[in-house]
């Protein structure tokens, strides 16, 4: 049986995320295992590092699936291309070992968002942006993204469903870069919940507009609350940036 690890870039915009629905195949996932069974003749179930929600898109999402046919690595990225939608691109298709997986593997994950921090709208980052029209405090932004460093207890950031699966996860980083407009958040941790990058970039954005006190968040944090964080930011500025291994 062979391996393949593939790298993903998606427009996630028309998409309903990246898990294949039983009801919809309008799914990152769907699209990628409906070629693959095509090109290998049997079944095929690829395995995501992650699942991104919908209209969240994906500079390199990573994935492996295993299939009986031996194709070459550029055979197999060929036809990829060929036949996926134009916004789903494989862009590198390596073989791997039997043990390789892209979820269980994964160490750590990176995640970008833009914010178009203007007045006016920017007309051809209208979906690949959340914009706010107000002016934002970078560093309050930056002395808020602090209370997000190190191990706690997410529960209040997420809109996970399931309470049986730990809550905790640790943030190793989180910068925030201004530039001819836009405000880039860009945050790195060993894992996220549900919806959690989305509500910690919405918390920040409240810092920014003054609508909410930096100090506030360690008291968010360990209430477990979810209606504390208020505002979550939009799908369509989230990027799975990076996964490492």
Not at 192 to 204: A, D, E, H, P, Q
């Amino acid at each position: 049986m062979n391996n393949y690890k593939l790298t993903i870039q998606y427009d996630g915009g028309r998409y309903k995320g990246w898990q294949r629905l039983g009801n919809s195949d309008n799914t990152i996932q769907g699209k990628i295992e409906n070629v693959l069974t095509e090109l290998a003749g049997e079944k095929i179930e690829i395995i995501g590092s992650g699942r991104t929600d919908a209209g969240v898109h994906a500079l390199a999402q990573i994935a492996n699936f295993r299939m009986r046919k031996h194709a070459t690595e550029h055979e197999v990225m060929q036809y990829l291309n060929r036949y996926l939608p134009h916004d789903i691109s494989v862009i590198d298709v390596t073989m791997v070992h039997d043990r390789f997986h892209s979820r269980y593997n994964a160490k750590d994950k990176t995640y970008l968002y833009k914010i178009w921090n203007e007045h006016y709208t920017h007309p051809f980052m209208r979906k690949y942006s959340m914009h706010v029209e107000s002016k934002l405090d970078i560093d309050k932004m930056r002395n808020a993204s602090q209370y997000f460093l190190g191990e706690h207890d997410f529960t209040s950031y997420s809109n996970a469903k399931s309470k049986k699966k730990s809550m905790v996860r640790e943030i190793y980083s989180l910068e925030i870069h201004e530039h001819d407009g836009f405000i880039e958040i860009k945050i790195n941790g060993n894992g996220f919940l549900y919806n959690m990058v989305r509500k910690i970039v919405g918390t920040l954005i409240e810092v920014g507009l003054g609508d909410m006190d930096a100090a506030a968040i360690p008291g968010i944090l360990e209430s477990k609350e979810r209606i504390q964080t208020g505002r979550m930011a939009d799908a369509e500025g989230l990027y799975l940036e990076k996964v490492g291994f």
